[in-house]
């Protein structure tokens, strides 16, 4: 029995870190920023699935951790439990480093480096992300840009980028404009500026901020990007533009050539009566708009993606026997789809690929 005890001290002396095969695996987590000395979520080692009292029959158990970040954990075994658990030993920074995988050993009496250390257990360690990185635009803090008053509508005029360090949820990001306006739209997903309604004889210009949000929680903004547009004006011919009230509109109002239609109604016609239909044109998905006169002071509309006009208020031929509309065609496919090397052919007279003008005469006679 002697000799068997002193055999066995031998055996230990010699085996200095001993390795078995098919240890055990546990799996836990902790949110990055933690403070010290936090808890691994999710890891509790029972002290019988080590089968720790095979390894040091006769004295107390130590436990000690082995593996590259090592260093940022203790172990410690709960008593009263029966468990092995760990601590962090110091914050993480996921974007550092995201898991670690470590050797749980068992050393008997001390875990002084002469010490035998048995390896029971593997453990692995992720640690998860917390939205603590605020997203940022690839852009300069103000952006210029100069758009012609006839660029097709949805047309893309800017495109933004941003990142996020984060990951997950706290790294999708959503694009926003403030104010909102019916001209511009921002895709919340893409951050592609989009040209959503006719900017045709504007004067002043167009300013929007837009700034980048992720979906973590609590939500973080990025800093604001501002975009300011400046409409440019497709010139005419001065000698096109004849009367006095014309010579006060944009000469842009009035394109030539332009297509005239005349058109004779009674003055008893009801609201809402069907006149005439100005599609199909030359474009295959068409947006209509009435230019002159203003959609609140004109009896008849325009729709804007079937080209009917309809009556919207009585007409009378004594006070106005004669009625003028100029509507603006424009092509929804936008101009980026037209071929650069074809742009020019497309404009014949000086007029632009995607837009045409027509002036429905509309009389109202008994």
Not at 52 to 81: D, T
Not at 147 to 172: C, H, I, K, P, Q
């Amino acid at each position: 029995m002697i000799w068997g005890v002193l055999l066995f001290c031998l055996v230990i002396s010699a085996a200095g870190y001993q390795t078995q095969g098919r240890l055990p695996f546990f799996h836990g987590h902790i949110f990055e920023n933690s403070p010290a000395a936090s808890k691994v979520n999710g890891l509790s080692i029972p002290v019988k699935r080590i089968n720790a009292q095979k390894w040091c029959p006769l004295s107390g158990l130590h436990f000690k951790l082995f593996g590259n970040g090592s260093e940022n954990f203790r172990v410690f075994s709960h008593h009263k439990r029966g468990n092995v658990l760990l601590k962090t030993s110091r914050v993480l920074d996921r974007e550092t480093r995201s898991e670690y995988l470590l050797s749980v050993g068992l050393c008997c009496q001390t875990c002084a480096s002469e010490s035998v250390v048995f390896e029971v257990a593997l453990v692995k360690v992720d640690v998860l992300d917390t939205n603590d990185h605020e997203p940022t635009l690839l852009s300069a803090d103000s952006v210029q840009i100069s758009l012609d008053d006839t660029t097709a509508l949805r047309s893309v005029v800017y495109r933004l980028e941003a990142f996020d360090e984060d990951s997950g949820n706290n790294a999708e990001l959503r694009y926003t404009a403030v104010p909102k306006n019916g001209s511009f739209y921002v895709v919340p997903k893409t951050g592609e500026v989009l040209l959503v309604d006719s900017i045709l004889g504007l004067l002043s210009t167009i300013k929007l901020y837009i700034y980048v949000r992720d979906h973590g929680w609590p939500p973080l903004t990025s800093k604001a990007v501002l975009v300011i547009v400046s409409p440019k004006r497709w010139m005419t011919r001065q000698a096109d533009l004849v009367g006095p009230e014309r010579a006060g509109r944009s000469p842009r109002a009035l394109l030539e050539p332009s297509t005239v239609f005349s058109l004779n109604v009674t003055e008893d016609i009801g609201v809402g009566s069907f006149l005439m239909s100005l599609n199909p044109t030359r474009f295959q998905s068409a947006a209509y708009e009435l230019i002159y006169p203003e959609s609140e002071s004109s009896p008849v509309t325009v729709g804007r993606d079937s080209g009917d006009i309809t009556v919207t208020r009585r007409l009378d031929r004594e006070t106005e026997p004669f009625l003028e509309l100029t509507v603006k065609i424009q092509d929804k496919r936008g101009v980026l789809n037209i071929p650069p090397s074809t742009r020019a052919q497309v404009r014949p007279c000086n007029i632009p690929p995607p837009l045409l003008s027509f002036s429905p005469q509309l009389s109202a006679l008994r």
